[in-house]
C-alpha cells in the first residue's frame, strides 16, 4: 500500500483503453511525454473488441519505439448490457493500415486480478487514466472494493457538456453510454474523478492541413494519416477528433484547460435508450471537469510529441 508521493518523480499510471484510432494518438502522447511510469495497460468494451485492442497498443508500442509494458486484454462484456462495437475507427480499431507482425506478447491473465495487483503492490498510489469505458474498473471495484484506497485518482476521458440537438437530455458519450451502470460505480467508488468531456477532443480537432502535416512530420505520422482516414466522429466534419490525446494533455499540461468543479449522475433517458452523465453546475461537487482548452497549444503539443517519433 501507499507510502507517499514523490512529487518530482514520474507519474505510476495504468492506462485503461479501447484502441481506437484516437486512443493511439494517447498513447504515443502519453509515452513520448516521459511524464508517466505506465506500469500496465488495459483494454476494455469500446471501439473493438478488447483482444484486438490490446494487440491494437502492442503495435502502436512497437510503431513509436515504446517501451515493453505490460498489457493485459479484460473480458469485454458490459455489466448488464449486450453491446455490439461500433465501427467508427475501421474493423481493426486502427482504420486501414495493417502492421507487421511484432514480438511483444500480452498479458494471459485475467485483467481483473492483474489490475488489483499491480495497484495494491505499488508503494506509490496509482493514477488512472481511462480512455474507453469504464467495466473494467467497475468490475476491479466490485470484487476489491479496497483497492480504491491506493488509487490517486481516475481521469477519464468521458461525458459532455452539451445537450442533445432536442435539448431532452445531455449528449450520449460513448465512453459512459456504453456502460452506464458501470460507470455509475466507478464515479460512486469514492476515487477522485476529473472528467475530460468529449468538447475537448471535438474543439482541438485537427483540421485536413494538420492531419496533411501529420503525415509529413516522419514514418509515426505517415501511419497516423492513414489511421486518420477511417476516424469518422458525428461531431467532426472538418477533421480528426482528439478525444483521448486532450486527457493526456490535460494530465501532462493541465494549464492548458480551463476546470471547474461539477456534480455529476448517471441518468437513465429513455429518449436516447440509455445512460448519460449530466453535469450540474450548482449542486454539492463530486468532480472535476475541463470546460475549456487551450487550442494551439493542444495542437502544439500534439506537434511536438510526435516529431519525438521516427
Ligand atoms: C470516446 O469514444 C471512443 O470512440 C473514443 O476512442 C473516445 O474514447 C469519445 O466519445
Ligand atoms: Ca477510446
Same mark, same amino acid.
Given at each position: 500500500m501507499a507510502i507517499k508521493n514523490n512529487k518530482n518523480a514520474k507519474i505510476p499510471l495504468i492506462i485503461n483503453c479501447d484502441t481506437g484510432i484516437d486512443d493511439a494518438v494517447a498513447l504515443m502522447m502519453a509515452v513520448k511525454?516521459?511524464?508517466?511510469?505506465?506500469?500496465l495497460i488495459t483494454t476494455d468494451v469500446?471501439?473493438?473488441?478488447p483482444v484486438q485492442s490490446a494487440i491494437n497498443c502492442n503495435d502502436i508500442l512497437e510503431l513509436i519505439g515504446g517501451p515493453e509494458i505490460p498489457i493485459c486484454a479484460g473480458e469485454g462484456k458490459c455489466l448488464t448490457r449486450e453491446r455490439e462495437h461500433v465501427a467508427v475507427h475501421g474493423k481493426t480499431g486502427l482504420g486501414e493500415y495493417r502492421f507487421p507482425k511484432n514480438s511483444r506478447k500480452l498479458l494471459k491473465e485475467d485483467a481483473i486480478e492483474v489490475l488489483n495487483r499491480t495497484i495494491t503492490e505499488s508503494q506509490e498510489k496509482i493514477t488512472i487514466l481511462c480512455v474507453s469505458p469504464t467495466t473494467n474498473l467497475a468490475k476491479l471495484f466490485k470484487k476489491y =472494493? *479496497?483497492?480504491?484506497?491506493?488509487?490517486?485518482k481516475i481521469v477519464i476521458m468521458a461525458a459532455s457538456i452539451e445537450p442533445t440537438p432536442k435539448g431532452e437530455a445531455p449528449y450520449p458519450e460513448f465512453n459512459i453510454s456504453v456502460d452506464p451502470e458501470a460507470a455509475e460505480i466507478v464515479f460512486g467508488a469514492g476515487v477522485p474523478m476529473e472528467i475530460v468531456p468529449m468538447e475537448m477532443g471535438h474543439s482541438a480537432y485537427l483540421d485536413w492541413q494538420e492531419v496533411f502535416k501529420t503525415k509529413n512530420t516522419n514514418f509515426v505520422g505517415s501511419v497516423f494519416e492513414v489511421m486518420f482516414r477511417a476516424y469518422k466522429d458525428r461531431?467532426?466534419?472538418n477533421g480528426i477528433a482528439m478525444h483521448d490525446g486532450t486527457a493526456v494533455a490535460y494530465m501532462t499540461? =493541465? *494549464?492548458l484547460f480551463k476546470v471547474s468543479p461539477v456534480h455529476t449522475d448517471i441518468e437513465y433517458f429513455e429518449s436516447v435508450d440509455t445512460g448519460v452523465m449530466t453535469m450540474d453546475f450548482?449542486?454539492?461537487?463530486n468532480a472535476i471537469t475541463c470546460t475549456e482548452i487551450n487550442i494551439k497549444k493542444f495542437k502544439k503539443l500534439y506537434f511536438d510529441l510526435l516529431k519525438k517519433c521516427k
Open positions: 511525454s516521459e511524464k508517466f511510469d505506465i506500469r469500446g471501439n473493438v473488441g =472494493p *479496497e483497492v480504491t484506497k491506493n488509487i490517486e461531431h467532426v466534419k499540461n =493541465p *494549464e450548482n449542486k454539492k461537487p
